[in-house]
């Protein structure tokens, strides 16, 4: 497996949900081993963008690629849903935990692409549940129904699930949603150091700016209806790049500036109104 | 936050099986003894045990071996395919308040039951025309149900309980425009006793058929405990975790419709075993299917058993339709285990 390629690749793609076109013409590149943000205004697109990565999205145009267990870049449509499930970790955005599962039988869920479906789960699964949960801190929780955990602690709890399938790349959607500022800020890294690749869907644009290699945003070209138009990524690259002010003002219609944290040596975006901005 | 083992005890699930089974082999050989003819059990015992070891038949030979224990396994036999059917529309249709008659199953089957019943239309079935008709009327309905989903777009959960229950009730009207259109009097009352079930027609040949597939799919379904726990979880969840959603679907209506197709032709609609032992069993012990449906699959067998035995003795020499006391023994029965803790199934306590 080469270091540099991609592991994750879109052509051309776009999506249509109804009969209105969300996304198109787009073109991405995911190399092995980065973290990719996807940044966007609300309704843009970013879910749908990784519904298609993650494959349980056909696209109504285009090609998505996913390289297979020997390094090959494969049409995701083409490698089998129990070998996709092996290779990529999708944890969607809000879920309806709705039976009385114990949050241990929940995150072993994460097991079932590598069990059989008949399978018990043993001490060996219980310990991979279990050190799933102790990275995103439940692991005090294992047995207590997930009802009964605070949203945050649920979402953490269903990252944990993600964790347990122990895949290469993860797929998140706006991991960080319901979560206290320390989680916000442990969340992103305690995933990135357990997989390899990571994408993941992110509002918070401060957080974004330190938080990924690089950042793709989605955004409705100029032409295109700026409400409902199908959208597609019109900047990608380093996040500080990616979110200078005129980017900034252009994509989420608000001022912006880059500073330095006064005692850390890490970039800060400072959102304000436009109006200030041009005052 | 508070009470942190408040809804949280669980029964241990290997003595919770062991202990369904039990009493499942004892129950149904004291239910001999029950009947219009009230039996001693040792002499249950001695008939029974005649059989076995192959001794010439004694007096009660032909009540217990040849009525009444048929009776009881087929009992058994429907109480456990209903709950196991339950368990898998619930999880199927995501919907708590699914029972086995969501796909517009015992509709259909009425409609056909009515028509033998009402124009002699399969007489040429005998004693089978009944169970003919309905298992031809609850293999059409789902059938229409599929084809009506399908066409819409797949089988998700809410077109199936949409079509459903849409169909039941269309299929209702038919089976009531049949019996007030026909001439036969009594026909009404044999169609509602029929709707309201029985295994009172129970014998060996009869036994077989719903006791293989109730056991086969049964352990199909028990085979699959972690695809259907994804499933559960819902869709996306189950895609992203590699579970074949739409094949799974597929596989999951077709063998309960076949299954709950044919309960309904040998013992008719008997309601709530497939809506309540489910939920009984989460609630004893937890959500896996792993644990579910064999403690569903038990204690539906277990329960109806019991029930017949009640509906032959309440009313003496009268015998009441199981539906009736399905509803008026298990819905107290069900509120008492919901008072047991805070049960969350379907969403928020």
Same mark, same amino acid.
């Given at each position: ?17 109804? =009969? ?10 995911i ?20 519904? !298609? ?5 056909r ?18 449509s ?12 999708y944890?969607?955005?809000?879920e309806?935990?709705?039976? =009385?599962?114990?949050?241990? =039988? ?7 692409? *590598?069990?059989?479906?008949?399978? *018990? ?7 991979i ?11 005090d929780? !294992? ?10 602690e ?30 916000q ?6 995933v ?10 992110i ?6 700016l ?7 945003v ?39 500036v ?7 040596? @890490? ?8 109006k200030?901005?041009?005052? | ?23 499942s ?12 003819? *009230? ?7 001695a ?23 048929? *009776? ?12 196991? /059917?339950?368990?898998?529309? @619930?999880t ?12 517009g ?32 009327? /609850? !293999?059409?309905? &789902? ?5 009506? &989903? ?7 959960? !809410? ?39 029985s ?57 309960? &419709? ?22 009984a ?38 015998e ?30």
């Amino acid at each position: 497996m080469s270091g540099q390629g991609p592991v994750l690749r879109l052509r051309g793609v776009g999506a249509r949900l109804g =009969e209105r076109d969300v996304l198109r013409d787009i073109d991405l590149d995911i190399p092995v081993g980065t973290s990719l943000g996807i940044v966007g205004v609300n309704g843009v697109g970013k879910s749908t963008l990784l519904r !298609i990565l993650a494959g349980v999205l056909r696209p109504s145009a285009g090609h998505c690629y996913l390289t297979d267990s020997s390094g090959v870049l494969r049409e995701t449509s083409r490698i089998s849903s129990r070998e996709r499930s092996r290779r990529l970790a999708y944890v969607p955005q809000e879920e309806v935990a709705s039976t =009385e599962l114990l949050v241990g =039988e929940m995150v072993a869920l994460g097991r079932v692409p *590598r069990t059989r479906p008949w399978a *018990r789960g043993g001490t060996q699964e219980r310990a991979i549940v279990r050190a799933a949960l102790d990275a995103v801190g439940l692991a005090d929780r !294992i047995d207590d129904p997930c009802d009964r955990l605070s949203g945050g602690e649920r979402r953490r709890a269903v990252m944990a699930r993600g964790l347990a399938q122990e895949c290469p790349v993860m797929l998140l959607d706006e991991p960080t949603n319901h979560l206290d500022v320390a989680w916000q800020l442990r969340l992103l890294h305690t995933v990135a150091d357990r997989a390899e690749t990571l994408v993941a869907t992110i509002h918070d644009l401060d957080l974004a700016l330190r938080s990924f290699d690089r950042l793709a945003v989605l955004g409705r070209p100029q032409g295109s209806d700026p409400d409902t138009g199908p959208a597609t990524v019109v900047a990608h690259g380093p996040p500080a790049e990616v979110l200078d002010d005129i980017s900034v003002d252009l994509h989420f219609g608000v001022g912006s500036v880059q500073v330095t944290h006064p005692h850390l040596a @890490q970039p800060h975006l400072l959102i304000h109104p436009r109006k200030d901005h041009s005052a | 936050m508070s009470s942190v083992s408040g809804g949280n005890r669980r029964v241990p699930f290997v003595p919770l099986v062991l202990g369904l089974l039990v009493a499942s082999v004892l129950s149904a050989v004291v239910s001999l003894a029950f009947g219009s003819e *009230r039996i001693p059990v040792a002499d249950v015992v001695a008939a029974v045990g005649d059989r076995i070891q192959g001794d010439a038949p004694g007096k009660w030979d032909v009540i217990v071996w040849d009525l009444r224990l048929p *009776r009881a396994l087929l009992a058994l036999v429907v109480g456990a395919g209903l709950a196991v /059917a339950g368990a898998g529309m @619930q999880t199927l249709v995501r919907n708590p308040l699914a029972d086995p008659f969501l796909l517009g199953i015992s509709s259909g089957a009425s409609v056909g039951a009515t028509a033998a019943i009402t124009t002699g239309a399969l007489a040429g079935f005998g004693i089978y025309a009944v169970s003919t008709g309905a298992l031809v009327g /609850a !293999i059409g309905s &789902a059938l229409l149900v599929w084809l009506v &989903a399908t066409a819409q777009g797949g089988l998700t959960p !809410i077109r199936l309980v949409l079509s459903g229950v849409v169909l039941s009730s269309g299929l209702s009207a038919i089976a009531s425009f049949l019996v007030f259109m026909s001439d036969d009097p009594r026909a009404a009352n044999s169609v509602m006793f029929w709707m309201l079930g029985s295994v009172g027609g129970a014998s060996w040949e009869k036994l077989w058929l719903p006791a293989a597939l109730s056991l086969v799919l049964g352990l199909a379904m028990l085979a699959m405990h972690r695809w259907l726990d994804a499933l559960a979880a819902g869709p996306e969840t189950a895609a992203a975790l590699g579970v074949n959603v739409a094949a799974l679907r597929t596989a999951l209506f077709v063998g309960l &419709a076949v299954l709950v197709g044919l309960l309904v032709a040998v013992s008719g609609g008997i309601g709530f075993v497939g809506l309540i032992v489910p939920h009984a069993a989460r609630l004893l012990v937890g959500a896996t299917h792993r644990v579910v449906l064999p403690v569903a699959a038990l204690g539906g067998g277990l329960f109806l058993l019991w029930v017949d035995v009640l509906a032959r003795m309440v009313a003496r020499p009268q015998e009441i339709p199981l539906g009736v006391v399905t509803g008026v023994v298990g819905a107290p029965l069900f509120l008492l285990l919901l008072g047991r803790g805070r049960y969350r199934f379907g969403g928020e306590g």
